[in-house]
T-cell receptor, first 113, second 111 residues
């Protein structure tokens, strides 16, 4: 079955620390990849997406993600986090030519000043 | 402003009392979907709709119904709610390639 794994369930960082959140998926075909962010008490918002081309994609608020096809991974990174990045982050996979969006279980990020 | 509107935001109800959570979008999207979000389980799809009068089950459809009589509206119906349906519900619309637009969520408690 298709699935998305986010191994970091809860990450705690100090401001200015670097961030990397892992995302692995199980699907043999072509996929589109997404990261969504959910700030406390709010709905999900699109952070960045990958369809094709350069495997390093840049999103809003200084986030970026790298697609490594051989590892079925799409890790999210930010060089220097801020307190305002405190949120829950969801990786999602869309098997190509479908409308299905499969979410990971999420990673809760807490950034302390 | 492009948006997906859900109502109500919060709802406490008793077991067995039918309820409807409304969802409306103003972007003329054909595709709409309902998810539930539970701690440690992420978002799981309940039902989705490809267009008016076209609906299909997602991963966790048991205990839910939907209808799509108009393009803009996609209500979620719980005919006989049970405590295991206590959750945070999100409606979404859009084209998956461009990223869905999500509603603000409905926190449902069934006692």
């Amino acid at each position: 079955a298709q699935s998305v794994s986010q191994h970091n369930h809860h990450v705690i960082l100090s401001e200015a620390a670097s961030l990397e959140l892992g995302c692995n998926y199980s699907y043999g075909g072509t996929v589109n990849l997404f990261w969504y962010v959910q700030y406390p008490g709010q709905h999900l918002q699109l952070l960045l997406k990958y369809f094709s081309g350069d495997p390093l994609v840049k999103g809003i608020k200084g986030f970026e993600a790298e697609f490594i096809k051989s590892k079925f991974s799409f890790n999210l990174r930010k060089p220097s986090v801020q307190w305002s990045d405190t949120a829950e982050y969801f990786c999602a996979v869309n098997p190509y030519n479908t409308d299905k969006l499969i979410f990971g279980t999420g990673t809760r990020l807490q950034v302390f000043p | 402003e492009a948006q997906v509107t859900q109502n109500p935001r919060y709802l406490i109800t008793v077991t067995g009392k039918k309820l409807t959570v409304t969802c409306s979008q103003n972007m003329n999207h054909e595709y709409m979907s309902w998810y539930r979000q539970d701690p440690g389980l992420g978002l799981r799809q309940i039902y989705y709709s490809m267009n008016v009068e076209v609906t299909d089950k997602g991963d966790v459809p048991e205990g839910y119904k939907v209808s799509r009589k108009e393009k803009r509206n996609f209500p979620l119906i719980l005919e006989s709610p049970s405590p295991n349906q206590t959750s945070l519900y999100f409606c979404a619309s859009g084209q998956v390639n461009y990223g869905y637009t999500f509603g603000s969520g409905t926190r449902l408690t069934v006692v």
